[in-house]
Every structure is written in C-alpha cells, then in structure tokens.
C-alpha cells in the first residue's frame, strides 16, 4: 500500500506516536480507562473557554455527523422549532436530519461563497417568535468558507433563543470563546484539528439546557442525555466505546499542549493556508472563496481551457506522497486541498513542487 499524506479536512494525517496508541487493547470496564474519559472531557471545556459549572462534555461514539444528529434527536423537542442556516452541504445535511426526525424547522440559505448575514438572522428572528433553536456550520468544508459564529450568536442570544454550532473541522484548530458567544451545543470529531483518529464525536453542552433535554431523545443509541448521565458518574460509556480511537485522541491532546495549545496550532494551519494559497495562485489557480477564508481548507478553480481530470491530477499527485480533494461546490468545476493535521510549510512546497511537474508535463503534450 502506498504511504501519503493528506491535505483534507479530516480524517487527517497524524503522527506515528498518536497511531502507536492504538496498538494496545484496553478493557472498557478498568478504572484507568474511566480515567482518561474523563480527562478528556474536562481538557475539552478547557479548550472551549467554558467553566465545569455552566457547561459539560459528552463523547459519542461515531462519526461528526452522529453527534450533529445527537443533538437535534435530543435537544429539539415536539414544541420547538429550528432555524437551520445554511451555506454549504453541512448545513443542508443538519436540514437532512430534521426531515429525516420530523422536526419543525425553516432555512435560511446563503450562497456558499457568502458567510451567513447576522442582520438577516435577527430579521427572521424577530418575524417568528415560534423559533427556539438556531443552527450553523462554523468552518463549511463544501467550499471553505469560515461563518462568523460570534456575530450570529450575538443576536441569537439577544433573542433569548438556543444556539447549535457545528464546528466539526474548526474546534482546536480556530480558537472558539464558547462561553463567551453563547453556544449551547458545540459539536466537533476526534479526527479533525485535535488530530485524533476517526471513531467518536464530542459534544460540549450547556449543563441547563442539556438536563432539560431529558426525556424528548428520539433515539436510544443516540439519547445525549442518557449518554452524559452515565459518563458523569464515572467516565463509563453507556455502550462499547471505540478504545483504540479513544487513546489515540488523549495522545493527540497531550501533542496539541506540547505544540502550544490551540493559538499555536492555528498560526500553523494559518500560515500553511496562506502558503498554500500563495503558491497555487502563481501556478494560475484561483480560489473560491475571496473573503473570509478559513485556515481549514480551500477551494480551487479550474484554470480556463485546462486540459486534465482531476482523476488524472489525484493519481499524479498520490503517487508522490499527497492527497487532495475532488470538489463538493456543484455548480462549478473545482477541488479542494486541505492543510490540517500534521503538515507543515516543507508539505506546501513539496506539493507545489509536484504540482508544477504535472502542470508542465501537461503543457507538453498541448
């Protein structure tokens, strides 16, 4: 099997301490696990900037998207109502999950090279006191985009109304003042910017609004409720946790601290962002998105008349050590490059290097 690296948004290239984790098989039941459970989850409020008091965290087993759904099947009762904003296909997919939960729900969708406008949140805010909740992505890896949260929080909490975000690919690699903007329910991975392996989501909840969630879960795998009222009391997982997943992550942790916590880890995946897109720009590549690009991922155009698949350029490219991204935006041709996890500025160069043989071989047979 070839060995690469990936410039994607998550899973993400990690390093070989954090993999050697997972070579060790852990019983569910010992103490010493219940232990690093709970480590894990009060290093995540303080990686929020929440206190123990107002808020808590709760580890879900599965993918990002198994704690988005967690959350809307057990937050959002009969009663409520969901205004879902939406500028990419994660914000259509919170949209997937309502219909897929029956929830009552109304969208306000932007264009997604566009950040969402806190002005026109307030407007449908104050037009429709029936809604209770208000969800957003953070960092939409459909185009790259990174939403101005804060501005949004603001009116949703002058609004006296509940705030979601979904920061899947932003938590730990974009500093995020939970407390402090008033997010009730923040939900990220453990293989994104804290650069674990895939396995569970987290979430971190606001403590008032999360027990009186009790009773309206519509799953029982899923119930987040039940999941923290277990957890609190020990560190134990309602049902089999993902051991090796969860080693692995308290290693990442132990790496990000070492790093320098969240501001140095995102002045890296800042500067190689602004790296990344320097360099492709001299190769004739444009980007997507001109304003309020994230240090996540970014969106590439097509060059005019260019005479290659993206197929062709993926094969080119993995064959020397990387791998990008097809592009998600549908209305136009484009692919995404990701710049998290651990890469550094030589892993840009390298890649531009690469790309510039292609390109050049490209022009050649013109």
Not at 116 to 129: C, M, Q, T, Y
Request: hydrophobic share 35%; aromatic share 10%; with cysteine.
């Amino acid at each position: 099997m070839k060995n690469y690296k990936l410039l994607t948004p998550g899973p993400l290239t990690t390093t070989d301490t954090v993999k050697r984790e997972m070579l060790f098989d852990h019983c569910t039941w010992d103490e010493d696990y219940k232990i690093i459970t709970q480590d894990i989850r009060k290093r995540l409020l303080k990686l929020a900037h929440v206190s123990e008091d107002k808020y808590t965290a709760v580890l879900m087993q599965g993918s990002g998207t198994f704690g988005v759904e967690s959350v809307f099947s057990s937050v959002i009762g009969d009663n409520d109502k969901v205004l879902i904003i939406t500028n990419g296909a994660y914000g259509k997919r919170m949209c997937s999950i309502a219909d897929r939960l029956n929830l009552n729900y109304v969208t306000y969708d932007e264009e997604y090279d566009k950040i969402p406008s806190a002005e026109k949140v307030n407007e449908i805010l104050e037009n429709d006191k029936s809604i209770t909740y208000v969800s957003m992505v953070h960092s939409e890896t459909t185009s790259g985009i990174l939403n101005d949260i804060e501005a949004v929080g603001k009116v949703v909490k002058n609004m006296g109304r509940n705030y979601i975000v979904d920061a899947m690919s932003s938590f730990g690699g974009v500093d995020i003042d939970v407390e402090g903007i008033g997010i009730d329910f923040i939900i990220s991975s453990a293989n994104k910017c804290i650069q674990g392996v895939p396995g569970f989501s987290f979430i971190i909840c606001n403590r008032e609004k999360l027990i009186a969630s009790k009773g309206k879960a519509r799953s029982l795998a899923l119930d987040l409720y039940d999941q923290w009222e277990t957890m609190d009391k020990d560190g134990k997982w309602r049902f089999t946790s993902p051991t090796h997943t969860v080693l692995a992550f308290k290693k990442a942790m132990d790496e990000m601290d070492e790093e320098g916590g969240i501001p140095a880890r995102s002045k890296r995946y800042r500067e190689n962002n602004e790296l990344l897109i320097k360099r492709m720009k001299e190769l004739g590549f444009d980007t997507y998105i001109h304003s309020n690009q994230g240090p996540i991922i970014t969106t590439f155009l097509y060059p005019e008349n260019c005479n290659y698949t993206f197929n062709e350029m993926y094969e080119y490219i993995k064959d020397r050590g990387y791998a990008i991204y097809p592009g998600k935006v549908t209305d136009i041709d484009t692919f995404r490059i990701g710049n998290i996890g651990e890469i550094y500025k030589e892993d840009i160069e390298k890649l531009y290097e690469i790309m510039k043989e292609f390109l050049n071989g490209k022009e050649e047979l013109r």
